[in-house]
């Protein structure tokens, strides 16, 4: 189940990164968080700044709006996503779900 919770209006979300993939993509879940595959290596803040850029992406927000608040050097991250509600998040993960982007 996806750790979804709430900082005032910011809605702060688990993710799981896996780094250096074929592709950026979104893979599911893996145990409480949203898994994300991306081709960045985890170098330098590297996969960090694609997260944000992929998450926006998706979301269709500015990535000034995605930001990491813990887990900057480690695979599981909470992000914190300002002015979008738990379910126009789940809404829009379900309909980019499997896109292949």
């Known amino acids: 189940?996806?750790?979804?919770?709430y900082?005032?209006?910011d809605l702060i979300v688990k993710v799981y990164?896996?780094?250096r993939a074929a592709k950026n993509e979104l893979a599911?879940?893996?145990?409480?968080?949203?898994?994300i595959r991306l081709s960045a290596a985890p170098v330098e803040?590297?996969?960090?700044?694609a997260c944000r850029v992929f998450?926006?992406?998706?979301l269709?927000?500015?990535?000034?709006r995605v930001k990491i608040?813990?887990?900057?050097?480690?695979?599981h991250k909470q992000v914190k996503i300002s002015g979008l509600t738990d379910s126009r998040f789940k809404e829009i993960l379900s309909l980019t779900q499997g896109d292949g982007s």
């Open 45 to 49: 803040g590297e996969a960090n700044e």
């Open 69 to 75: 608040i813990s887990g900057l050097t480690n695979r």
């Open 55 to 58: 998450l926006a992406e998706k």
């Open 17 to 19: 990164i896996q780094s």
């Open 1 to 5: 189940m996806l750790n979804l919770r």
């Open 60 to 64: 269709g927000i500015s990535k000034s």
């Open 7 to 9: 900082d005032g209006n």
């Open 28 to 35: 599911g879940y893996f145990q409480d968080a949203l898994k």
